[in-house]
C-alpha cells in the first residue's frame, strides 16, 4: 500500500518559516520525482518545486529564492523549506511522487500565512 503522509503545516506570521516533511512507504521512494503542489481556496493546484531521483530542482517562480525542495533517499523523505512567508502562501501543501505514467498523492497539510 502505496502512503504519502505530509507533517509540518500550520500557522505562521509573514515573514515566518516552516519546513513541511513528506514521508513515503510502499514506493521505491529514490526512482521518484518527488513534487510540492499547492491549492488555495477557489484556485486551481499549482506546482511549488520539484526534485528528481537525481536531485535537479524546479520551483515556480513565485516562491523562488524563498522556498528549498530537498530529499533524503534513506528516510523515503522529501522537504520543503519555506522562508519569508507571505499571505499568498496559504494553501493546502500537496506532496506528489511521480514516475513514468504512475502518480500518488498525499492528504495534503494546511500552510496558513497571517498576523
Known amino acids: 500500500q502505496v502512503q504519502l503522509v505530509e507533517s509540518g503545516g500550520g500557522l505562521v506570521q509573514p515573514g515566518g518559516s516552516l519546513r513541511l516533511s513528506c514521508t513515503t512507504s510502499?514506493?521505491?521512494?529514490?526512482?521518484?520525482?518527488m513534487g510540492w503542489y499547492r491549492q488555495a481556496p477557489g484556485k486551481e493546484r499549482e506546482l511549488v518545486a520539484t526534485i528528481t531521483s537525481g536531485g535537479s530542482t524546479n520551483y515556480a517562480d513565485s516562491v523562488k529564492d524563498r522556498f528549498t525542495v530537498s530529499r533524503d533517499n534513506a528516510k523515503n523523505t522529501v522537504y520543503l523549506q519555506m522562508n519569508s512567508l507571505k499571505p499568498e502562501d496559504t494553501a493546502v501543501y500537496y506532496c506528489?511522487?511521480?514516475?513514468?505514467?504512475?502518480?500518488?498523492w498525499g492528504q495534503g497539510t494546511q500552510v496558513t500565512v497571517s498576523s
Open positions: 506528489n511522487a511521480a514516475v513514468y505514467h504512475v502518480n500518488y
Open positions: 510502499g514506493i521505491i521512494f529514490s526512482i521518484y520525482t
